[in-house]
């Protein structure tokens, strides 16, 4: 059954102190990760798509990682406005659904 | 701004009521989607249509209800709902299911709650 797990479920940062977040997966046949940005009552805004081991996606202050067996969302220099709940959902070979992980909800205080 | 649009925002339903939520997209995607989000949960799949077709129900009870008039709209009705049915309630859209570079893009939710 594919799996998808993310650590830490909560993190705190101060604003500056930049951090990984980690989307572990047990997928067959990967055929790509997603990240997202959640804001409280919002719908999940996309960020990146990583489709290989070693590939890298960067936007702004974060940069996303992927090896065979996981996925890292850095976040350097984070500021309050970085403050959401991040998610990762992996995609399987074949037209099976996107497997969610439960996110990992970032707070970054001034 | 989300590129797909979700109406209403907000929906309060007795459990008697019948009531619709609606979910319109304009970038020519082909794969539409209802996601149920409980609080500090992920989203659960619901149902999934491809090219105006139903292609996947996740054992959703009858009392919901998809429709998909365009590759453009997607509908959901809602029939004697319970309580437990409360939740925000996601429609995404993606240029087809299971193919590479095909993103889902979610809407802002209808808030829904069931009394």
């Known amino acids: 059954e594919d799996q998808v797990t993310q650590s830490p479920e909560a993190l705190r940062l101060q604003e500056g102190e930049s951090s990984s977040l980690n989307c572990s997966y047990t997928?067959?046949?990967?055929?790509?990760l997603f990240w997202y940005r959640q804001d409280p009552g919002k719908g999940p805004e996309f960020l990146f798509t990583?489709?290989?081991a070693g590939e890298e996606k960067e936007k702004e202050r974060l940069k996303a990682t992927l090896t065979k067996k996981e996925s890292f969302l850095h976040i350097t220099a984070p500021k309050p406005e970085d403050s959401a709940t991040y998610l990762c959902a992996v995609q399987a070979a074949g037209n099976t659904p996107l497997v969610f992980g439960k996110g990992t909800r970032l707070s970054v205080i001034a | 701004d989300t590129e797909v649009t979700q109406t209403p925002k907000h929906l309060v339903m007795g459990m008697t009521n019948k009531k619709s939520l609606k979910c319109e997209q304009h970038?020519?995607?082909?794969?539409m989607y209802w996601y149920k989000q409980k609080a500090k949960k992920p989203p659960e799949l619901m149902f999934v249509y491809s090219y105006e077709k139903l292609s996947i129900n996740e054992s959703v009870p009858s009392r919901f209800s998809p429709e998909c008039p365009n590759s453009s709209l997607l509908n959901l009705h809602l029939h004697a709902l319970q309580p437990e049915d409360s939740a925000l309630y996601l429609c995404?859209?993606?240029?087809?299911?299971?193919?590479?570079?095909?993103?889902?893009?979610f809407g802002n939710g209808t808030r829904l709650t069931v009394t």
């Open positions: 997928v067959s046949g990967l055929r790509g």
């Open positions: 990583l489709y290989s």
């Open positions: 995404a859209s993606s240029r087809n299911t299971g193919g590479l570079n095909s993103p889902l893009h």
């Open positions: 970038m020519g995607h082909r794969a």
